[in-house]
Each structure stands twice: as structure tokens, then as C-alpha cells.
């Protein structure tokens, strides 16, 4: 399985943009990007998934670098609810493909 | 419904005994997943399912776990003489399709003691 690697933890003022780095130069051409969070107590949630173009919805925006060899989370304004571990996982296009997730990015906001 | 349902939220058993955990998917998911999640980070893939077939059991200590996803009912995960390293929370999770992403239940919290 493909890799990634993310900083242990950061750090954001509430209501600042957040960005969350995430290398995984060995990505494969058909291995999607995937970003979860878990806030505590709670299972994962879905955040953002791309191939290759940036991506947008309503929770956050995915960069990824022409390369594909990585990409950021970015949380455009920070809020105390946006506190939790942030994993980014490679998926293969393969139907039903588990994730392997590493030990993500504990993020805290400040108020 | 649109969401994964978990039952229970906690369990606890006696070194020994046996667990039963429950997972209803997302009508229309054909996928679905278990995972482990020990230490705070730390998530283990178990197995996964398309529909009731295994898909991927490559996870699964299989002396004292076993899984089922049968037509018309929640999966199950079940541990035989539940062991202390068994105590974790277990997640479940379904998709529709390698595209698409997962929606994880929140999970049952298994205790033994």
C-alpha cells in the first residue's frame, strides 16, 4: 500500500485558515486521495477525496500538487468544532479497497 | 437511512466469554468494512465484505474472530473467548463504490476485563 506522512500535530487560531500537509510520494496513477477526521469519540468522517484536480465542498478544499506526490487539507476558517485527528489515506481505484490509515495530524484550535 | 448503525455502543465481557457486534449499513452500500482502533491513532483493517460474500479477510485473527453480512439482517462481528488485547472500539463502515468514500458507524467500545 502506498503511504502518506503528515505531521504529528498543529496548531490554529480560531477562525483562521488551517493547512494540512500530507506527502505521498509514492502514489500510484489510479490512487485517490482521501481526507477523514475524527473528532473524539466518534467514528471517522468523510471529508474531501480527490484524483487529481483541486477539489472544493462545503467543509474544506483539497490542493493537490501536479506531481500528485502530495497534497493539503485547507480549512478555510477554523472553528473549536474543527478540533480532531485529520487522516489522509491513498485509496486504490480497486472496488472496495480498505483503507490503510496512518496516525494522521492531531489538529487543536485555539479559541 | 443515511447512516452506519452500531450496536451496541459499549460491551463489556469477562475474559473468555464471547462478543457479538452489530453493523447495518447504508441501504444500497455494497461494501462494507470492520476495523479496530486500539490505541488512540491506531486503526487495524479486520475485513470487508461485498455484500454477503468476504471480500477481504486478510485482517482477521481468525482463531476467535469471525464476521457475517446475510441478506435482510445487520452484519456481525463475533470474538470467541474474548482476550484483554481485544478490548478497543470497533468500527464499521460501508461504501457504494471505490469512487465514493466510507461512512463509518461510532463504533462499539468492547471492554474485557
Known amino acids: 500500500d502506498a503511504k502518506t506522512t503528515q505531521p504529528n500535530s498543529m496548531e490554529s487560531n480560531e477562525e483562521e485558515p488551517v493547512h494540512l500537509p500530507c506527502n505521498h510520494s509514492?502514489?500510484?496513477?489510479?490512487?485517490?486521495i482521501h481526507w477523514y477526521r475524527q473528532l473524539p469519540s466518534q467514528g471517522p468522517e468523510y471529508v474531501i477525496h480527490g484524483l487529481t484536480s483541486n477539489v472544493n465542498n462545503r467543509m474544506a478544499s483539497l490542493a493537490i500538487a501536479e506531481d500528485r506526490k502530495s497534497s493539503t487539507l485547507i480549512l478555510h476558517r477554523a472553528t473549536l468544532r474543527d478540533a480532531a485527528v485529520y487522516y489522509c489515506i491513498l485509496r486504490a481505484a480497486n472496488y472496495g479497497q480498505n483503507f490503510v490509515f496512518g496516525p494522521g495530524t492531531r489538529l487543536s484550535v485555539l479559541p | 437511512g443515511e447512516e452506519v448503525a452500531q450496536t451496541p455502543k459499549h460491551l463489556v465481557r469477562g475474559e473468555g466469554q464471547k462478543a457479538k457486534l452489530y453493523c447495518a449499513p447504508i441501504?444500497?452500500?455494497?461494501?462494507v468494512f470492520w476495523y479496530q482502533q486500539v490505541l488512540k491513532n491506531e486503526f487495524k483493517f479486520l475485513i470487508s465484505f461485498q455484500n454477503e460474500n468476504v471480500f477481504d479477510e486478510t485482517g482477521m485473527p481468525k482463531e476467535r474472530f469471525s464476521a457475517k453480512c446475510l441478506p435482510n439482517s445487520p452484519c456481525s462481528l463475533e470474538i470467541q473467548a474474548t482476550k484483554l488485547e481485544d478490548s478497543a472500539v470497533y468500527f464499521c463502515a460501508s461504501s457504494q463504490s471505490s469512487r465514493g468514500g466510507y461512512t463509518f458507524g461510532s463504533g462499539t467500545r468492547l471492554t474485557v476485563v
Open positions: 441501504k444500497g452500500h455494497s461494501y
Open positions: 509514492t502514489i500510484s496513477g489510479t490512487d485517490y
